[in-house]
């Protein structure tokens, strides 16, 4: 499965970006479709998931409210929608796939439970 991340950029605090993360050669074979992110100096962690054959999402008690995982199989993609942005988001965000049938959404928050990766594309919010 190959990801391919886009939507990053520079954006004030308060305001609003959006990521879109496409997956190509293999889509069948996702169970779970989330978002991670990795500051400067920090561990990467979990941001939002969603199961790819259902309506199942989780999120970061940080980003609850501010930040809407959506899914469209037939476009192969799953989009971010980040509001309110604070500089304490600013990060470089991937997207990742897990590939594990079983795999409930509520509990894949850590990147080890995730097969593959895209690029990461940098968010950067000013203060």
């Known amino acids: 499965v190959q990801l391919q991340a886009s939507g990053g950029g520079l954006v004030q605090a308060g305001g609003s970006l959006r990521l879109s993360c496409t997956a190509s050669?293999?889509?069948?074979?996702?169970?779970?479709m989330a978002w991670f992110r990795q500051a400067p100096g920090k561990e990467r962690e979990f941001v939002a998931a969603?199961?790819?054959?259902?309506?199942?999402?989780n999120y970061a008690d940080s980003v609850k409210g501010r930040f809407t995982i959506s899914r469209d199989k037939a476009k192969k993609t799953v989009s971010l929608q980040m509001n309110r942005l604070q500089p304490e988001d600013t990060a470089v965000y991937y997207c990742?796939?897990?590939?594990?049938?079983?795999?409930?959404?509520?509990?894949?928050?850590?990147?080890?439970?995730?097969?593959?990766w895209g690029q990461g594309t940098l968010v950067t919010v000013s203060s």
């Open positions: 050669g293999g889509a069948s074979r996702i169970y779970v």
């Open positions: 990742a796939v897990d590939t594990e049938p079983r795999a409930i959404t509520s509990r894949r928050t850590v990147p080890g439970s995730y097969d593959y």
């Open positions: 969603h199961s790819w054959n259902g309506d199942n999402t």
